[in-house]
């Protein structure tokens, strides 16, 4: 376990009236342990758009991991992508971000909005250690960074900088500063705050600038923040032998981070090892999911497999399930915390004996090593799982 962890995060909304985003946001880890994150800008909006961002992005991952020199790779970019027939033109703007795993951070710019550096609460604009050039006609910004803890970077397309064109409060755009105003307001307010909060909220004020009809444009945020790292524990199913009910409970228990239960059945175990008794959560009812319980000491209890079939399908989709379900509420937890441990119970429940009873019920396993897999893929995050 390292003393710093990577919270990388984004949100994401079409153009009004379109169905297929022309901004693609995509990361990978190369074999040297680098995280890399590419956030495209296609021409115009649409399907046209999604083509020229998403072949941008891909190529910019496999570039950049390879270790291309920038030069090679934008040329590369700019020729093979097709050309727009309504303006002749042929790029995607991108943003890239190379992370070394000790903090170090190249950023190449062409074309999108600057990125925003966030440190001790305020915003740096790092001068001294950019450099511009000129390669096959593109204008690429680049600037290397060494990121201390608590330092966040904030990125996204010009559907943030130009919300609200137009309107008489922002004739000409709400801009980057309005963005970076913002960004900072949020950080004050809650110092911890995630990159995925941060991304929804700057995304939500720019759609209110737009106006009535929004959005006006693609609209791609996305956060990196480099803070301490954060723990969660999540008990799932009974183990296998009964008589190892009390040794997961009080291991939850003493657990340092966040302590989440999911299913009935385990919630109910715990309690009884520990002395304690779970309630209903009166403020917790949801029409789209099960509601959850409260029991002292734990973070979080909620229903079982269906909760976390709803977790696992957002977290796969990057789209959070409807508020304040419990799938909801642990879609957010797993993602605000870098460290996950999953003790996932073996004993078969009396309540799948029914042959009736959906087949994707019965696979809590399989279920909680799907969320696992997504967690590691597609967000970095160092899970472990453990079958009891």
Known sequence: MTDFAFDIDYYQVCKNGKHVCGDS??????????????????????????????????????FVDANWDVKKYCEVIS?????????GLNYSTFTILDLSPDGQVQIFEQGNPSFLFVRGGRIIEPEARKSV?????????????SLLR???IVFFSDG???????????????????????????INRNPQVSSLKICETIIREARIKDGPINPKDDITCAAVYLRTPRRVMIFSGPPFNKSLDGKYAKQLAAFEGQKVI????????????????????????????????LLDGIDLVTEGVLTLSQTLAALQNHKAPQSESGAYKLYYTLLENDYIDIVAGTRINDAYQDPDFPN???????????????????????VRVKLV
Not at 36 to 54: E, F, H, M, R
Not at 79 to 87: A, D, F, H, N, T
Not at 133 to 145: A, N, V
């Open 360 to 382: 994707q019920f019965v696979l809590r396993r399989s279920v909680l090593e799907g969320i696992a897999r997504a967690l590691r893929e597609k967000y970095f995050k160092d």
């Open 262 to 293: 999911c299913g009935g059945t385990t919630a109910k175990i715990v309690a009884r090892e520990l002395g304690l008794e779970v309630r209903p959560d009166l403020n917790s009812s949801s029409r789209f999911g099960p509601p959850t319980s």
């Open 160 to 186: 943030i900088s130009q919300a609200g064109t137009g309107t008489p409060d922002y004739p000409n755009g709400w801009g980057r500063e309005g963005a970076a105003a913002l960004a900072l307001k949020v």
């Open 25 to 62: 946001f995509m990361t990978s880890r190369s074999a040297d342990g680098r995280i890399i994150a590419v956030l495209s800008d296609g021409l115009g909006s649409g399907v046209k758009a999604n083509i020229l961002s998403t072949m941008t992005a891909k190529m910019a991952l496999k």
């Open 150 to 152: 608590e330092d966040r």
């Open 79 to 87: 020729s093979v992508l097709p050309i727009c027939k309504e303006r």
């Open 133 to 145: 050039e000129e390669y096959h006609g593109l204008s690429i910004t680049t600037t290397s960074l």
